[in-house]
């Protein structure tokens, strides 16, 4: 596709679950980075990957957060035993270049509700 | 003190008057600076980047940038109905890879 492609769009899952979320970036972007919006508020930076490399992961609010992107194109962001303050927008975004001047692309994002 | 600070708004300005959004920033070590556009329910898109100090246009978008002050603005003339987004500003550090942003400040253009 010609875009930043993320599944699930939309994810119910009860206090407990575990969550996979998925993100295709564009195709030969090197860059690839997570973020999380809650409502109101700006994206918050999760977790950078430059190719398969995770060059970043100081943002991830605890360790039930996990991200991969093993063959540097497609990433899943894992959570694990759910809490109602992981609700929010999991954005994903790629970027062609590796340095700090790149526009990022974003996904229309996934939106996780705990309950 | 947060990186990147804005005001959430909502600013309101009436169909064809200047809008003008402001951006602090805290680490005087940030050299890219950029203006995401956020429409309700959907995803950010770039609309502005701006690399050194003074004045940068782009159609009807005019970005500042005083590093000294750290501070960054952007302009929007001749304000549209269709400008009615969250506008988020954003930075990264020289040589780092981490865009930082703002929390946005809500627009609303009354026609």
Known sequence: GAGVSQSPRYKVAKRGQDVALRCDPISGHVSLFWYQQALGQGPEFLTYFQNEAQLDKSGLPSD?????????????????????EDSAVYLCASSLSSGSDGELFFGEGSRLTVL | QKEVEQNSGPLSVP????????????????QSFFWYRQYSGKSPELIMS??????????RFTAQLNKASQYVSLLIRDSQPSDSATYL???????????IFGAGTRLFVKA
Do not use: H, M, W
């Open chain 1, 64 to 84: 039930r957060f996990f991200a991969e992107r093993p063959e540097g194109s497609v990433s899943t962001l894992k959570i694990q035993r759910t809490q109602q």
């Open chain 2, 15 to 30: 169909e064809g008057a200047i809008a003008s959004l402001n951006c602090t920033y805290s680490d005087r070590g940030s």
């Open chain 2, 50 to 59: 701006i690399y050194s100090n003074g004045d940068k246009e782009d159609g």
């Open chain 2, 89 to 99: 500003c954003a930075v990264n550090r020289d040589g780092g890879f981490k865009t």
